[in-house]
């Protein structure tokens, strides 16, 4: 199992630009999560999928859109890219206790 | 006022010592108590989890929850060069019906370093 996989693994945009950033699961997961991890913030939630076909916002939700397209991928997405939004992106998923989270290898996003 | 505080650090210890991770929080609702270690340039991995207050062991790892306190703690006994992480704790809330959605709040992290 290659557990929670992303895409790309670095990505360097122009404000401005858009992108979306792909995450998929192999472990049947239900429940799938999007953090952003800046220096001294320690992870924050951006968006999370408690189950296929639901989203919800989580802490910091603007600037930002996802799709859950299937149980296995959860997409997030950059209309306008921001200065701001220089991070580093992780994808995460659950099943049985949505506490236990699986995290994948992370997103390093530059907006310059 | 960051709803959870952690001490980044860093903290550097010598090999076989005991360490010694605090976090604090201000949000009473917080019934769930995770620590996430997270080698560099790698994502977080779950390490001890627990509900509510009360002592945890896991190997040479121990987590403690004193929720009157509003205070979280995780022992290293016996620290390994591989030990050398950060270490981030994470709570969550549940809600008025008691279910939890991972929604997870995470603190700063703790840098640790353990030297041979």
């Known amino acids: 199992n290659a557990g929670v996989t992303q895409t790309p693994k670095f990505q360097v945009l122009k404000t401005g630009q858009s992108m979306t950033l792909q995450c998929a699961q192999d472990?049947?997961?239900?429940?799938m999560y999007w953090y952003r991890q800046d220096p001294g913030m320690g992870l924050r939630l951006i968006y999370y999928?408690?189950?296929?076909?639901?989203?919800d916002k989580g802490e910091v939700p603007n600037g930002y859109n996802v799709s859950r397209l299937n149980k296995r991928e959860f997409s997030l997405r950059l209309e306008s890219a921001a200065p701001s939004q220089t991070s580093v992106y992780f994808c995460?998923?659950?099943?049985?206790?949505?506490?236990?989270?699986?995290f994948g290898p992370g997103t390093r996003l530059t907006v310059l | 006022q960051k709803e959870v505080e952690q001490d980044p650090g860093p903290l550097s210890v010598p090999e076989g010592a005991i360490v010694s991770l605090n976090c604090t929080y201000s949000?009473?609702?917080?019934?769930?108590f995770m620590w996430y270690r997270q080698y560099s340039r790698k994502g977080p991995e779950l390490l001890m989890y627990?509900?509510?207050?009360g002592n945890k062991e896991d190997g040479r790892f121990t987590a403690q929850v004193d929720k009157s306190s509003k205070y979280i703690s995780l022992f290293i006994r016996d620290s390994q060069p591989s030990d050398s992480a950060t270490y981030l704790c994470?709570?969550?809330?549940?809600?008025?019906?008691?279910?939890?959605?991972?929604?997870?709040?995470f603190g700063q992290g703790t840098i640790l370093t353990v030297h041979p």
């Open positions: 627990t509900y509510s207050s």
């Open positions: 949000n009473s609702a917080f019934q769930y």
């Open positions: 472990m049947n997961h239900n429940s």
């Open positions: 999928s408690a189950s296929e076909g639901t989203t």
């Open positions: 994470a709570m969550s809330a549940t809600d008025a019906g008691g279910t939890s959605y991972g929604k997870l709040t």
């Open positions: 995460a998923s659950s099943e049985h206790s949505p506490n236990e989270q699986f």
